[in-house]
């Protein structure tokens, strides 16, 4: 079966109150599947973004997915799924393996960079996770 997801991983202040968004649609009808927002803690952007990617495909997977088409809209973390890039900050390469493996059991995927524009629904997840957190 093939998925799409869409993701985003935010965090307020550069590491800060951090959060993720997780959208993933059925890649055949465009049906959405599972959506949902997560506070992940005190961490950086980028932990987040991995941390949101983490989270998609173990859903997807849950889901029954052999085939997974990931969008994003940060570029550095496509690019280094697409091995444009090497994964520098050892506090991302372990979220990079993890994407790495969880790939490797998967027929076919693939990482796109999208512009944020057309990620509104997984940054409305981030942005809803975080202001709930804020309220506590």
């Not at 009808?29 to 961490?43: A, D, L, P, Q």
């Not at 973004?49 to 849950?62: G, H």
């Not at 506090?91 to 790495?100: A, D, E, I, P, R």
């Amino acid at each position: 079966m093939r998925m799409i997801t869409y993701t985003d991983g935010g965090a307020r202040g550069n590491p800060g109150p951090a959060a993720i968004g997780v959208v993933v649609k059925n890649g055949t009808t465009g049906e959405n599947i599972s959506g949902f927002g997560r506070y992940i803690g005190h961490t950086t952007n980028n932990q987040a973004e991995y941390q949101a990617l983490v989270a998609a495909l173990e859903e997807a997977i849950k889901h029954g997915a052999t085939e997974v088409s990931c969008f994003l809209d940060s570029e550095l973390i496509v690019k280094q799924m697409n091995r444009e890039y090497r994964v520098r900050d050892i506090g991302l390469q372990t979220h990079f393996m993890k994407v790495w493996n969880m790939a490797t059991t998967l027929k076919k995927v693939t990482f796109t960079h999208i512009p944020r524009a057309k990620n509104k629904e997984a940054d409305a997840f981030v942005n809803q996770a975080l202001d709930a957190q804020r309220l506590r």
